[in-house]
């Protein structure tokens, strides 16, 4: 894994990289390259112990040409500035690749929450969720989970908002547990968008993913229910893994039955149904049909892609892979999926959440999940388009010419620009 590589320069390589093949004037280019506004500020929590401890938080709001700016939480001690502008540009381009009206944002806190109780972390979000009130909205900015935030923090920041404004607005939050407005399937989303890719993914390619062997870094929301997902449709999960290292069966892992055990004991090694334990890059590195990057930024570098033995890789992490480590995939025709496709189920039934509150309506989890497979079916549809009828040279550059283009569009068509 690579910490050199900033990930708001690797965005930015990315856009670079797609408008080689639009007609985009340079300066038009350079504003969406970087974000419209970053809050940075500095949250004071009294801890259980009586002390005070100050947090660094961030929100960036990158770009609103398609609507709210729309994005996740993360609770990390590696958040910083650039991170959160990396997340909330790719967020951009997701909401774009899907079609979905909302352009992007993140924040995150510069914290590891395992180090705090319960009634310390209300107290951090709470205090962020104040700081954030002015920004937010159900038409301005609408947060949503990401790395290790989930229902429980939407709740408070939806309760903390709503408090400070004297109304109800649950579209101000998304990923909030369903009493609390929640939307049925928001919590497997994301891992059913990287589910519904790699069967795209293995369909347009003529190869069959029934009996394919797929690696799962990362055993979060995102990586263990797409390891469910591919598993219950046959494929073989032959290695998994968390920041405690990889557990690998060559005849497969029950996906299921590691995610029980994941949630008793805080960590996926120590299963007894595996044969061994590597680490997570021998994991990265495994001969693979499918591998699925689902941790953090910047997990394969250049030196890591060329050990690389996947065929497929679809990635559910943001940026999993750095702009270096994409040419050396492309050159040894590894074929990636990109992460602004693969695993924006999440902000699609975030969307889908956010519709059924100002509908104050409440849609069955099968309409859901067929809506979705709509949107993803389509933009995957979108996606090879692209890629067929340009010279690119793999399918991120694909996506990003048709977010890029969807972008413009709206900005030039609200006469911000010519
Ligand atoms: P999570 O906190 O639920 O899980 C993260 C997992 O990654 C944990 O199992 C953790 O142990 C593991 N991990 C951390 N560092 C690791 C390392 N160095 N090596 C191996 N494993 C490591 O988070 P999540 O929500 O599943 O998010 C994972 C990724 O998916 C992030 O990049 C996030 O931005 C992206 N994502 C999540 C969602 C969502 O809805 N949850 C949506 C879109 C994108």
Same mark, same amino acid.
């Given at each position: 894994?690579?910490?050199?590589?900033?990930?708001?320069?690797?965005?930015?390589?990315?856009?670079?990289?797609?408008?080689?093949?639009?007609?985009?004037?340079?300066?038009?280019?350079?504003?969406?390259?970087?974000?419209?506004?970053?809050?940075?500020?500095?949250?004071?929590?009294?801890?259980?112990?009586?002390?005070?401890?100050?947090?660094?938080?961030?929100?960036?709001?990158?770009?609103?040409?398609?609507?709210?700016?729309?994005?996740?939480?993360?609770?990390?001690?590696?958040?910083?500035?650039?991170?959160?502008?990396?997340?909330?540009?790719?967020?951009?381009?997701?909401?774009?690749?899907?079609?979905?009206?909302?352009?992007?944002?993140?924040?995150?806190?510069?914290?590891?929450?395992?180090?705090?109780?319960?009634?310390?972390?209300?107290?951090?979000?709470?205090?962020?969720?104040?700081?954030?009130?002015?920004?937010?909205?159900?038409?301005?900015?609408?947060?949503?989970?990401?790395?290790?935030?989930?229902?429980?923090?939407?709740?408070?920041?939806?309760?903390?908002?709503?408090?400070?404004?004297?109304?109800?607005?649950?579209?101000?939050?998304?990923?909030?547990?369903?009493?609390?407005?929640?939307?049925?399937?928001?919590?497997?989303?994301?891992?059913?968008?990287?589910?519904?890719?790699?069967?795209?993914?293995?369909?347009?390619?003529?190869?069959?993913?029934?009996?394919?062997?797929?690696?799962?870094?990362?055993?979060?929301?995102?990586?263990?229910?797409?390891?469910?997902?591919?598993?219950?449709?046959? %494929?073989?999960? $032959?290695?998994?893994?968390?920041?405690?290292? &990889?557990?690998?069966? +060559?005849?497969?892992? @029950? *996906?299921?039955? =590691?995610?029980?055990?994941?949630?008793?004991?805080?960590?996926?090694?120590?299963?007894?149904?595996?044969?061994?334990?590597?680490?997570?890059?021998?994991?990265?590195?495994?001969?693979?049909?499918?591998?699925?990057?689902?941790?953090?930024?910047?997990?394969?570098?250049?030196?890591? %892609?060329?050990? $690389?033995?996947?065929?497929?890789?679809?990635? &559910?992490?943001?940026? +999993?892979?750095?702009? @270096? *480590?994409?040419? =050396?995939?492309?050159?040894?025709?590894?074929?990636?999926?990109?992460?602004?496709?693969?695993?924006?189920?999440?902000?699609?039934?975030?969307?889908?959440?956010?519709?059924?509150?100002?509908?104050?309506?409440?849609?069955?989890?099968?309409?859901?999940?067929?809506?979705?497979?709509?949107?993803?079916?389509?933009?995957?549809?979108?996606?090879?388009?692209?890629?067929?009828?340009?010279?690119?040279?793999?399918?991120?550059?694909?996506?990003?010419?048709?977010?890029?283009?969807?972008?413009?569009?709206?900005?030039?068509?609200?006469?911000?620009?010519?």
């Amino acid at each position: 894994m690579s910490d050199e590589v900033n990930p708001f320069e690797s965005l930015q390589e990315q856009i670079d990289d797609a408008a080689a093949f639009l007609d985009v004037d340079a300066g038009k280019l350079e504003r969406i390259k970087y974000p419209e506004r970053v809050l940075e500020t500095n949250l004071t929590v009294e801890l259980d112990d009586g002390t005070i401890e100050v947090f660094e938080a961030y929100r960036s709001q990158f770009n609103g040409d398609r609507g709210p700016y729309k994005g996740g939480i993360r609770y990390h001690p590696n958040v910083d500035r650039s991170e959160v502008k990396a997340l909330s540009g790719w967020m951009v381009y997701k909401c774009a690749a899907v079609g979905i009206p909302y352009g992007g944002g993140k924040g995150g806190i510069a914290v590891n929450p395992i180090e705090y109780s319960d009634a310390e972390l209300e107290r951090l979000t709470r205090a962020f969720a104040t700081e954030l009130r002015p920004l937010i909205g159900a038409d301005r900015d609408i947060p949503a989970p990401d790395v290790n935030t989930g229902q429980r923090e939407m709740n408070w920041i939806k309760d903390t908002y709503e408090t400070l404004e004297n109304t109800t607005e649950p579209g101000v939050v998304t990923g909030k547990a369903i009493e609390s407005g929640g939307s049925a399937g928001r919590v497997e989303a994301t891992g059913r968008s990287v589910m519904l890719v790699s069967r795209e993914a293995f369909d347009y390619l003529g190869w069959d993913i029934n009996e394919a062997t797929v690696a799962v870094q990362g055993y979060g929301n995102a990586g263990s229910v797409a390891a469910e997902l591919l598993d219950d449709s046959g %494929a073989n999960i $032959v290695a998994v893994s968390d920041s405690s290292g &990889a557990i690998h069966h +060559p005849d497969g892992l @029950d *996906a299921s039955a =590691v995610k029980e055990y994941k949630l008793q004991t805080g960590a996926v090694g120590g299963y007894d149904g595996a044969t061994e334990t590597m680490t997570n890059e021998e994991l990265l590195t495994m001969d693979v049909d499918l591998l699925i990057p689902a941790a953090l930024e910047n997990a394969i570098d250049e030196e890591l %892609a060329r050990d $690389v033995h996947a065929d497929i890789i679809v990635e &559910a992490a943001n940026g +999993p892979l750095t702009p @270096d *480590a994409d040419d =050396v995939l492309s050159e040894s025709d590894v074929h990636v999926f990109p992460d602004i496709l693969a695993n924006a189920g999440g902000v699609t039934v975030s969307y889908f959440e956010w519709v059924q509150n100002r509908q104050r309506f409440h849609w069955t989890e099968e309409r859901v999940n067929d809506e979705l497979e709509r949107v993803i079916t389509e933009a995957f549809d979108d996606l090879v388009d692209v890629y067929e009828s340009h010279d690119v040279p793999n399918f991120r550059t694909a996506m990003y010419v048709v977010a890029i283009r969807r972008v413009l569009q709206s900005a030039r068509e609200s006469g911000v620009w010519p």
